[in-house]
C-alpha cells in the first residue's frame, strides 16, 4: 500500500518547495565549486524509480532507511511515495553541508526524518543489529581524490579498513569510501543502491571495491547508463546504480547487469557468473558492449601493443599559451630558432592523419605551430635576445611558478622526449568509424599530452629500420585494429568521452602487427 492521497498532495507541493530550494543553493556556489565538492543532486524522476525498484527488492518488510549524503531529500521523498507512513519504523539522513541540511531539516519537519548535520564517514555505526538499516540508497558526492586532503585520505582509507576490511587504493574517490564505510551500518540482509559513478568498473584503483562488491556482499544488479544520455545536468560523468544485499554470495552467483534505457526499462540485459568478474580486468563491457567485449576475447590470445610499443603521453608544458606559437608569433618575441621544436596541433585540426615533412622535419601544415623550449641560460638570453628575455620575465611570475615549471631547469625547458612515427589520440567522442585515431608523423614533430606517444621496441624497430615505407606498413596495421576493441579497451565519461590511458593501449591486441614480423 503507498502513500494515501492527501499524502501525495503534500509531497507535491513539497517537492516543489525542495526543488527550488535545491536549485538556489546550487546558485550560491560556481560549477567549479561543486565540483570539488562532489554536489550533484539527483534528478526527482531517478530518485523515485531507484526506490520503485528498492521495494521489489525488499518487499513488504517494514522499513528502516538510512541516506547518508541525503542532501535535500531526493531519496527520502521518494521513500514517503513508495511506502505508506506507518511501514516506515526508522529513516536517517546524514548531510554535512549545513546549507542543503538546513533546507533538508526545514522541508522534513514532522516526518519520521531523523537528520544528522555532520559528516557520515566520521560517525559511529550502530553496535546492535536492530538499529541498523535494512534500506540503504544513496547518492554519495563525487570528490575526485586529488581534492581530497592528504590527512582526510589517510583518515578515510582507514576508517574503509575498519568498517568493511577493504583497503581503497589512494586514488579511489570518496564515492568508494562512502560504499566500504557504510558496511556496519547495514543489517543482515540489508538493500543498499548506491548511484555513483561507473569508472571504478575499469580503473586499477577500482579493484578493491570490486572484490568487496563480489566478496564481502551479495552483488545484485549495476545498471550503467548510456554515457550520451548524462545523468546529471551539472557533471559530466557516466553514471551506474549498483544494487547488493548485505549477506555473503552463493557459489553459483550470477550478477544482472543492464545498460542503457532507465533502471526500470533498460536497453541491454544479462546475467554474469561472478567468476567470470572476479577475473574480468574490466566490467563496463557487460552487456552493453557484447561485440567489443567478443572481440576482446577472440584476441585475448592474440600479441598485445605492449609486446611492440613503449607507450608514453604527450609533452605537458604546463601553459600551452605560453609555450606553443606561431612562427609569426615567436618572431615577435625575438625566439630563436635553437629554442623552438615543430609541435603538431591538436586532432579536431590535422587536415589528415598522415603528417608529411619538409626535408628539415618541419611538418608540412597549412598552421605551423612551435614549441618553446629552451635551454640556453638566462644570462645569456638577456644579453642576445632582449625581446626572447621580456617575454620570459613576463611569464616567470606566474607561469614559471606553476607546478611543472617550477620543476624544471630552467623553467622554460621542456621534458626531454623524442619524436615518433606512431600516435594515438587520447581521449574521443563515440560516432561513425572512429574511436582513438592512429597518427602517422613522418615529421620530427612533437605532440602535447592529447596525445599518446608510441616507441617501436627492439623487435619493430629492426624491422622497420629506418624505411619509410615498412613505418607506413605499421601505420597500416594499427589502423586496422577495430573501433569496438578500441572504445572496449579504454574507459567512457559522461557524454559519450571515451579516454584511453598509456597502461590500456598497451593492452590492445595487436594481431596485424605480429603478421609483418618474422617469426
Given at each position: ?88 519504523h ?52 563525487y ?13 578515510l582509507q ?13 586514488l ?136 611492440y610499443?613503449?607507450?608514453?603521453r ?8 605560453f ?96 619524436s ?16 582513438q585515431r592512429?597518427?602517422f ?79
Amino acid at each position: 500500500m503507498r502513500a494515501l492521497p492527501e499524502l501525495m498532495l503534500a509531497l507535491e507541493r513539497i517537492e516543489t518547495r525542495r526543488l527550488a530550494l535545491q536549485q538556489a543553493r546550487d546558485r550560491l556556489r560556481s560549477q567549479q565549486q561543486r565540483n570539488r565538492l562532489g554536489q550533484f543532486a539527483t534528478p526527482s524522476p531517478l530518485a523515485r524509480e531507484m526506490l520503485q525498484y528498492a521495494h521489489q527488492l525488499l518487499g513488504s518488510e517494514p522499513v528502516r532507511f538510512l541516506d547518508p549524503a541525503i542532501g535535500t531529500g531526493s531519496f527520502y521523498a521518494a521513500l514517503l511515495r513508495e511506502w505508506p507512513v506507518a511501514a516506515i519504523h526508522a529513516a536517517s539522513g546524514f548531510e554535512i553541508d549545513a546549507r542543503y541540511g538546513g533546507a533538508c531539516r526545514t522541508l522534513w519537519r514532522g516526518t519520521p526524518l531523523r537528520l544528522r548535520l555532520e559528516d557520515f564517514t566520521v560517525a559511529a555505526a550502530p553496535v546492535r543489529q536492530a538499529r541498523r538499516f535494512n534500506l540503504l540508497v544513496c547518492n554519495p558526492p563525487y570528490v575526485r581524490h586529488h581534492h581530497l586532503p592528504a590527512a582526510a585520505k589517510t583518515r578515510l582509507q582507514q576508517s574503509s579498513l575498519c568498517a568493511s576490511g577493504v583497503h581503497l587504493n589512494g586514488l579511489a574517490g570518496l564515492y568508494a569510501h562512502f560504499i566500504t564505510v557504510a558496511h556496519p551500518w547495514m543489517s543482515e540482509d540489508a538493500i543498499a543502491g548506491w548511484l555513483i559513478p561507473s569508472e571504478f568498473m575499469d580503473v586499477n584503483y577500482g579493484r578493491a571495491l570490486k572484490r568487496y562488491l563480489l566478496e564481502s556482499v551479495t552483488l545484485l544488479r549495476i545498471h550503467r547508463f548510456d554515457p550520451t544520455e548524462v545523468q546529471f545536468r551539472d557533471a559530466l560523468v557516466s553514471s551506474a546504480i549498483v544494487w547488493l544485499r548485505n549477506r555473503k554470495p552463493g557459489r553459483a552467483h550470477r550478477i544482472e547487469f543492464t545498460y542503457g534505457g532507465s533502471l526500470s526499462l533498460p536497453a541491454k540485459r544479462g546475467l554474469v557468473a561472478a567468476s567470470r568478474l572476479d577475473s574480468a580486468a574490466k566490467w563496463t563491457g557487460l552487456p552493453a558492449a557484447r561485440t567489443a567485449a567478443a572481440a576482446v576475447a577472440r584476441n585475448a590470445a592474440a600479441v598485445t601493443l605492449g609486446e611492440y610499443f613503449r607507450v608514453k603521453r604527450g609533452i605537458a608544458t604546463g601553459a600551452n599559451a605560453f609555450f606553443i606559437m606561431t612562427s609569426e608569433q615567436a618572431a615577435e618575441r625575438g625566439i630563436p630558432r635553437q629554442c623552438l621544436r615543430p609541435i603538431l596541433p591538436g586532432a579536431r585540426q590535422l587536415e589528415s592523419d598522415e603528417i608529411l615533412a619538409d626535408a628539415a622535419g618541419v611538418p608540412l601544415l597549412t598552421r605551423s605551430l612551435w614549441l618553446l623550449d629552451c635551454r640556453l641560460p638566462e644570462e645569456k638570453i638577456r644579453a642576445e635576445y632582449p625581446l626572447f628575455w621580456r617575454y620570459l620575465e613576463a611569464g616567470r611570475a606566474g607561469i614559471g611558478q606553476g607546478y611543472l615549471c617550477r620543476r624544471r631547469a630552467p623553467w622554460y625547458s621542456q621534458e626531454v622526449r623524442a619524436s615518433t612515427h606512431f600516435l594515438c589520440t587520447y581521449m574521443a567522442r563515440r560516432g561513425g568509424d572512429h574511436a582513438q585515431r592512429f597518427i602517422f608523423n613522418r615529421s620530427n614533430a612533437i605532440v602535447a599530452n592529447t596525445y599518446l606517444m608510441l616507441y617501436p621496441r627492439e623487435a619493430l624497430a629492426r624491422f622497420i629500420g629506418g624505411d619509410p615505407a615498412r613505418a607506413r606498413r605499421v601505420w597500416q596495421a594499427l589502423k586496422s585494429i577495430g573501433s569496438e576493441v578500441m572504445l572496449a579497451g579504454g574507459r567512457v565519461y559522461g557524454g559519450g568521452m571515451y579516454k584511453l590511458e598509456p597502461g590500456e593501449l598497451l593492452r590492445i591486441p595487436a594481431p596485424g602487427i605480429g603478421a609483418l614480423l618474422p617469426a
